[in-house]
């Protein structure tokens, strides 16, 4: 994840570049950040995650959303436009829906790292997500074969509800009872 542009711009700024262009491009606090093109393993990744959450939420009222689809993140005590396209997003507030994006807060956010997007992933979006009351927010690494969720606890701040490398299950706090094998996430 780098910086698109070095200089600031406007809202209706970025959605100008965002309908001239291909590159999945994210807009926060004025600047335009642009992902790299996902690896084979991140596909394959995301993928098995989604059924995963899918067959969870089969008859829940809540829904899942996969890259590229667009979250303008909204909360009545933080100024600014922040558009972010998540890997993937469990929502349950249907309020926020409009023809183009999502607009609000989703309940669950899963991101799946690459080299060169770590920091943006673990440092900045960790922060945004916490600041906007996002539940829960998994950290997939591929590289390590790792999976980190934070939930936010009651002071609204996160805490690392879940870890675990290689192997062992790994459980959600926000869907009560939801485990996944890793094992079955990062094998080939």
């Known amino acids: 994840m780098h910086k698109y542009l070095n200089e600031s711009i406007s809202a209706d700024e970025y959605f100008q570049i965002r309908e001239n262009s291909e ?13 790299p093109s996902p690896s084979t393993k991140h596909q394959r990744i995301s993928r098995k995650l989604q059924i995963k959450f899918g067959n969870l939420l089969e008859g829940n009222p809540c829904e899942l959303f996969s890259a590229p689809y667009d979250i303008e993140l909204k909360n009545d005590k933080i100024d600014g436009t922040k558009i972010i396209i998540p890997d993937i997003s469990i ?18 956010i899963v991101e799946i790292l690459s080299p060169s997007n770590q920091s943006h992933d673990l440092i900045t979006k960790l922060n945004l ?6 539940k829960e927010y998994w950290i997939v690494n591929p590289m390590l074969n790792s999976i980190t969720v934070y939930a936010l606890n009651d002071e609204k701040m996160y805490e690392q509800h879940d870890m675990k490398t ?3 299950e790994i459980t ?3 869907l009560n009872g939801f ?9 080939n």
Do not use: H, Q, W
């Open 91 to 108: 929502i349950c507030d249907k309020s926020g829906f409009t023809d183009a994006r999502y607009v609000g807060v989703p309940n669950l």
């Open 129 to 134: 997500y916490m600041n906007y009351g996002v």
């Open 179 to 187: 485990r996944i094998d890793l094992t079955s996430i990062f094998a």
């Open 172 to 174: 959600s706090k926000f």
């Open 23 to 35: 590159a999945l491009l994210e807009y926060i606090d004025g600047f335009v950040y642009m992902s």
């Open 166 to 168: 290689e192997t062992g």
